[in-house]
């Protein structure tokens, strides 16, 4: 063989040689595929998925299984930078996102989530910082507290108000002087100051919402110190805004009595309906003059305010409220709502004066009417409520006959059973339940067979009704029944 010819062969098997050495290093050293990008509306999607998991996190899914006798190296799996897991997408890049899964870990409520949120805390976006606030007020972990207490100091006043807010949803009672003193600082600002009392827009001006979610707070942690020296000079409050009536009334102190006058007598339909719910909380007598003069007709009050000052009255049992609200209860000029009020309360006060009015009144075309005055005469006196219950024939209108079985269970029972026993057999399965209740109120005798038979009715609410008096009353035999039910009960919630 010549020397050209051995020199060509060699050189082929080098190339050969070469080749196949290139391709094993190149098989054991390939890049990995490039991360696939991860849309707006697939992080969003996740988000959603993991809420309602109540999951922090999605499990990875197994690696692909290798074929058989694969030499080909193992790569270490590497978490991306966004996936499925709520710790990660709260450090997304976009802030949009770092606010909803702020919020999301907030609604799962797994105490892992914790340190994320309070990371979140520090972030550059104030709308992710309130959510982040927001959002560890939603969990309610007390550890969270240290972390949120900076936050009233926060450049942004919505930060600081949700701050404030989370603080008062824990019950982190420590901070309650913070949150005054932020409270205080904001009643006297411009934003504040000019805001009208019934004015409920939103979003309000930042400082005016970060307002009344410190208020909010004051009242969640039962802060009636820091809550005055916010909101009041002396007994007179700084702003007539609702957010400090609705504050002072849900503080439920005497002391915010004066200031709850005060606000009584000022414009707004929200402010002054707040305060009247307050003094009627508060029992205090020296608030029925003003409340009655909000039912002159000269008052122009409106109906929430004069709805709150009908129940206040009745709450205050003044016995000087009686015949206006008789007054008001018989015009028919009234409107409907203000007249039922009104009977609800001469009922509840045992108004002597307002009994002819009802007892005719349980002749009323109205249906609510009709079940009012029933209720009314029951409360004012049994034994006229006996003497009309003779005289009526089964109402036509099944809101009343359903009325009517709850208040023979405050008759004596010879008087009522006989009465109860037949209006299970009503033509409309509605009043069923409140038959049955005022059965079990009753003691009635055989109950327990009533129950269980009814346990078995084709109507979803009579049976529903029945459980739950099985489980009051813990007869024998109960604990099966009610697990036959159950299995009955299994088609309808899958055709709901």
């Given at each position: 063989?010549?020397r050209?010819?051995?020199?060509?062969?060699?050189?082929?098997?080098?190339?050969?040689?070469?080749?196949?050495?290139?391709?094993?290093?190149?098989?054991?050293?390939?890049?990995?595929?490039?991360?696939?990008?991860?849309?707006h509306?697939?992080k969003?999607?996740?988000?959603?998925?993991?809420?309602?998991?109540?999951?922090?996190?999605?499990?990875?899914?197994?690696?692909?299984p290798?074929?058989?006798?694969?030499?080909?190296?193992r790569?270490?799996?590497?978490?991306?930078?966004?996936?499925?897991?709520?710790?990660?997408?709260?450090?997304?890049?976009?802030?949009?996102?770092?606010?909803?899964?702020?919020?999301?870990?907030?609604?799962v409520?797994l105490s892992?989530?914790?340190?994320p949120?309070?990371?979140?805390?520090?972030d550059?976006?104030?709308?992710?910082?309130?959510?982040?606030?927001?959002?560890?007020?939603?969990?309610?972990?007390?550890?969270?507290e240290?972390?949120?207490?900076p936050?009233?100091?926060?450049?942004?006043p919505?930060?600081?108000?949700?701050?404030?807010?989370?603080?008062?949803?824990?019950?982190?009672?420590?901070?309650?002087?913070?949150?005054?003193?932020l409270?205080?600082?904001?009643?006297?600002?411009?934003?504040?100051?000019?805001?009208?009392?019934?004015?409920?827009?939103w979003?309000?001006a930042?400082?005016?919402e970060?307002?009344?979610?410190?208020?909010?707070?004051?009242?969640r942690?039962?802060?009636?110190?820091?809550?005055?020296?916010?909101?009041?000079e002396?007994?007179?409050?700084?702003?007539?805004?609702w957010?400090?009536?609705?504050?002072?009334?849900r503080?439920?102190?005497?002391?915010?009595?004066?200031?709850?006058?005060?606000?009584?007598g000022?414009?707004?339909?929200?402010?002054?309906?707040?305060?009247?719910?307050?003094?009627g909380?508060?029992?205090?007598?020296?608030?029925?003059?003003?409340?009655?003069?909000?039912?002159?007709?000269?008052?122009?009050?409106?109906?929430?305010?004069?709805?709150?000052?009908?129940?206040?009255?009745?709450?205050?049992?003044?016995?000087?409220?009686?015949?206006?609200?008789?007054?008001?209860?018989?015009?028919?000029?009234?409107?409907?709502?203000?007249?039922?009020?009104?009977?609800?309360?001469?009922?509840?006060?045992?108004?002597?004066?307002?009994?002819?009015?009802?007892?005719?009144?349980?002749?009323?075309?109205?249906?609510?009417?009709r079940?009012?005055?029933?209720?009314?005469?029951?409360?004012?006196?049994?034994?006229?409520?006996?003497?009309?219950l003779?005289?009526?024939e089964?109402?036509?209108?099944?809101?009343?006959?359903?009325?009517?079985?709850?208040?023979?269970a405050?008759?004596?029972?010879?008087?009522?059973?006989?009465?109860?026993?037949?209006?299970?057999?009503?033509?409309?399965?509605?009043?069923?339940?409140?038959?049955?209740?005022?059965?079990?109120r009753?003691?009635?005798?055989?109950?327990?067979?009533?129950?269980?038979?009814?346990?078995?009715?084709?109507?979803?609410?009579?049976?529903?009704?029945?459980?739950?008096?099985?489980?009051?009353?813990?007869?024998?035999?109960?604990?099966?029944?009610?697990?036959?039910?159950y299995?009955a009960?299994?088609?309808?919630?899958?055709?709901?």
């Open positions: 063989m010549s050209l010819s051995l020199h060509a062969r060699f050189r082929t098997r080098r190339v050969a040689v070469g080749a196949t050495f290139l391709m094993a290093v190149g098989c054991a050293s390939a890049p990995p595929p490039p991360a696939p990008t991860i849309t509306d697939q969003m999607a996740w988000m959603l998925q993991l809420e309602d998991q109540r999951l922090l996190r999605l499990p990875p899914p197994p690696p692909p290798e074929p058989v006798g694969s030499r080909r190296r790569v270490a799996q590497t978490v991306p930078a966004s996936s499925p897991d709520l710790t990660i997408l709260v450090r997304d890049a976009d802030p949009r996102i770092r606010r909803r899964a702020a919020l999301a870990i907030g609604r409520k892992s989530g914790v340190a949120l309070v990371s979140t805390l520090a550059a976006d104030p709308d992710v910082r309130a959510m982040a606030a927001f959002a560890l007020g939603l969990m309610g972990d007390p550890s969270a240290s972390a949120l207490l936050l009233l100091s926060d450049p942004e919505l930060v600081r108000g949700r701050a404030a807010d989370a603080l008062g949803a824990m019950g982190a009672k420590g901070a309650a002087e913070a949150i005054g003193k409270a205080g600082e904001l009643a006297r600002s411009g934003p504040v100051a000019a805001m009208a009392p019934d004015d409920e827009s979003p309000a930042p400082e005016a970060a307002f009344k979610l410190g208020l909010f707070a004051l009242v942690l039962r802060a009636y110190e820091p809550l005055a020296t916010a909101v009041l002396g007994n007179r409050p700084i702003s007539t805004w957010p400090v009536a609705y504050a002072l009334q503080i439920e102190d005497k002391r915010a009595a004066p200031a709850l006058l005060h606000l009584l000022t414009e707004g339909r929200y402010t002054r309906a707040f305060a009247a719910r307050g003094l909380a508060l029992r205090d007598a020296s608030a029925a003059p003003p409340l009655l003069a909000l039912l002159e007709p000269s008052a122009k009050s409106g109906l929430e305010v004069s709805v709150q000052a009908v129940r206040a009255l009745a709450q205050l049992n003044a016995a000087e409220a009686a015949e206006p609200l008789v007054r008001l209860a018989g015009d028919p000029s009234t409107h409907p709502n203000l007249r039922l009020e009104a009977i609800t309360a001469l009922g509840a006060m045992h108004a002597d004066a307002a009994l002819q009015l009802v007892q005719d009144l349980v002749s009323s075309e109205s249906p609510a009417m079940s009012a005055a029933l209720r009314a005469v029951a409360a004012i006196d049994q034994e006229s409520f006996v003497f009309v003779a005289s009526l089964p109402d036509r209108d099944w809101h009343v006959r359903s009325t009517l079985a709850g208040l023979l405050q008759l004596p029972a010879e008087i009522s059973l006989d009465r109860l026993r037949g209006m299970l057999q009503d033509d409309d399965k509605r009043v069923w339940p409140a038959v049955l209740g005022a059965l079990v009753l003691r009635a005798p055989g109950i327990d067979t009533i129950l269980l038979e009814h346990l078995k009715e084709a109507d979803f609410a009579v049976r529903a009704s029945a459980a739950g008096l099985l489980e009051e009353l813990k007869p024998a035999g109960a604990a099966e029944a009610l697990r036959d039910a299995k009960g299994l088609p309808d919630s899958a055709s709901a």
